[in-house]
Each structure stands twice: as C-alpha cells, then as structure tokens.
C-alpha cells in the first residue's frame, strides 16, 4: 500500500513524499536553505553533507556513513538559446528504509519518474520493494535515458556541420566553437559520472534486497557507449576545426592575391601620373608641345605593372 504525503508545510519546503510497504522515497524539488532543519532533524545528515546537497559548485562523489550513503551526480539539461548543454547537480541521500532526493526542478526526468510512481501502484511495487538501492538504480537509468536526445542532438549537428565547412558561402567558425564547447560540457557531465557509478556499485549493495550487479553492467554499458561517442565527435570537431581554418586562410590569401594584384595595376599608375603631373606643373609648354608623352605614359605605367606582376609571381605572393 502507498501513501503519498503533501501536508501544507512539506508543500512549502517542496517535499513530496511515496511510502510503499517498509520503504519511503522523499522527494525535493528546488531545497532552500529552509530544507537544512527539516533534513537534520529527521534524518540526523552530517550537516557537511546537507550543505553539499544545497550548494551548486559540488564535484559527483560518494560518501560512506553507517547508516546512509550520501551522492551527488550530474545531469545535462540543453539550452536552446546559447546551444550549449548546462550541468545541473542533484543529490541523494539513501538508507535501510529512505531515499532522499533533492534536485532543481528542471530535471524533469526525476519529477515524471516520481509521478509515474505515484499514480501506479504495479509500479511503486516493482521499484520500491527491493529495497532504496534498487529504487536509487531505477532513477539512474531513467535520469540516463534523459540524456540521449542530448547525445543525438550533438550527432545531427555534428553530421550537420561537415556540409557547412566545406561550403565557401557559409562561415562555419561560431558554429563549430558553441559545438565543441557544448561536446567539452557533457564530457566534463559524463566521465566523472562513469567514474561515480562504478565506485557507487561497490558501496549501493548493502541497501537493495537483490544483487544489482547486472543492472549497474548495463548502466557501465551504456556510460561506455556514451563517452566513446563523446570521445568520437570531439575527434570530428577537431579534424573540421582544422578543415575550417585551412579553408578560411586560403579563402583569406585568395582575397590578399586580388588586393595585391590591384595595387601590383594601380601604384605604377599613380606614380607614373604622380610625376607626370609634377612635370605639367613645371614645365607645362613642353607638355603641350610633346602630345605623344600620353603614350609614353601608358607604355610605362604598362612596363612597371608588368614587371610588378612579374616580380610577385616569383616570390609566389600571386
């Protein structure tokens, strides 16, 4: 039987609560400081470990206590507007007869998971009478399932921007720094929680009345399947973050050839019309007696641009 608890004054510290048979999870979405008294009185948490729940700048351990194993983790939640992944932290307090999670509320895949338990009773009795170690496996795989659309977000883009690279009339630069900067967040997410669940397996047994041994191998799976494809693309991004520079300078020395093959035409025309001009202003009866010097100065301002071009091309600037 299931019991679901919602006084008022659990509503305002934002506690939920599902009690089946000898087990009872306790849910906390967005704790405040106001959640310290609460946790410390019925609970008797290290005040450290209340503290590390509260806090938003915490690394992904576990800690070991008698009668209660204390966890926090990390999950991905993308952001559409900056196209960039944002680490949320949630924690987990989990004993012989409780689980107690705390979490920001945009985690949605730990409030649906608590509401499919909360409504269904075939499911409050196949998560919760294993005991709060297999309730804690239950939330892992759901809160790990939530992550993949992220992954395959990062996949299509990935797959997506190969075209934009090689294609001149698209600057892919802006493009490829928010994809790898969102590929370095999930990374810096994903491994140290690798790295959590297998020290969390060893620590987790003690509180589940079944050997979870195979449910955390699959986990391991797929955390494995996850970093190797994180691992993957960052391999990708690089290659296209050396493809784009080496396209963009040549793309930039082709512009550069054009404005030196301009200037190689235009400043054997300026000098030549320069001097000109200081001969007219000196000595202008001759220039009106000499009308063929025009010719002379198309067959100079001709002789000096081609030996400019001349030059360039062997010091292979053009």
């Known amino acids: ?3 679901s608890a919602r006084n008022p004054e659990k509503k305002q510290l934002n506690i939920r609560t599902i009690t089946w048979g000898e087990l009872t999870w306790v849910d906390i979405t967005d704790p405040t400081e106001d959640i310290t008294k609460f946790l410390t009185e019925k609970y008797n948490f290290h005040p450290m470990d209340i503290e590390d729940a509260l806090s938003l700048r915490q690394l992904s351990k576990v800690e070991e206590y008698p009668s209660y194993l204390f966890v926090i983790f990390h999950l991905l939640k993308y952001d559409k507007t900056t196209k960039v992944s944002i680490r949320k932290q949630w924690s987990a307090f989990l004993g012989d007869k409780y689980l107690v999670t705390l979490h920001p509320r945009e985690l949605s895949a730990l409030d649906e998971f608590f509401h499919d338990c909360e409504i269904n009773e075939d499911n409050r009795e196949e ?3 294993q005991g709060s170690g297999y309730l804690l496996y239950q939330i892992l795989d759901r809160a790990l399932d939530s992550y993949f659309p992220i992954l395959d977000k990062i ?12 294609n001149e009339g698209i600057e892919a630069a802006q493009e490829l720094s928010t994809l790898r900067r969102d590929i370095i967040t999930q990374r810096r997410v994903m491994f140290p929680t690798r790295t959590l669940l297998v020290e969390l397996e060893k620590k987790v047994k003690r509180f589940s009345k079944i050997d979870l041994t195979v449910y955390f191998s699959d986990l391991m799976d797929h955390m494995n399947k996850i970093c190797e494809t994180l691992d993957e693309n960052t391999d990708i991004i690089e290659v296209f973050k050396d493809a784009d520079y080496l396209l963009s300078s040549y793309r930039a020395n082709r512009g550069i050839r054009v404005v030196v093959v301009m200037l190689a035409l235009g400043l054997p025309m300026a000098i030549v019309f320069g001097l000109y001009a200081a001969y007219a202003a000196f000595f202008e009866t001759a220039t009106k007696s000499s009308p063929g010097i025009y010719f ?3 067959a100079l301002i001709i002789a000096f641009s081609s030996a400019t071009i001349l030059f360039l091309r062997r010091k292979h600037l053009i």
């Open 1 to 3: 039987m299931a019991v």
């Open 127 to 129: 998560y919760f009478s």
């Open 296 to 298: 002379i100065l198309v």
């Open 155 to 166: 996949m299509n883009l990935t797959d997506a921007i190969e075209d934009n690279v090689f």
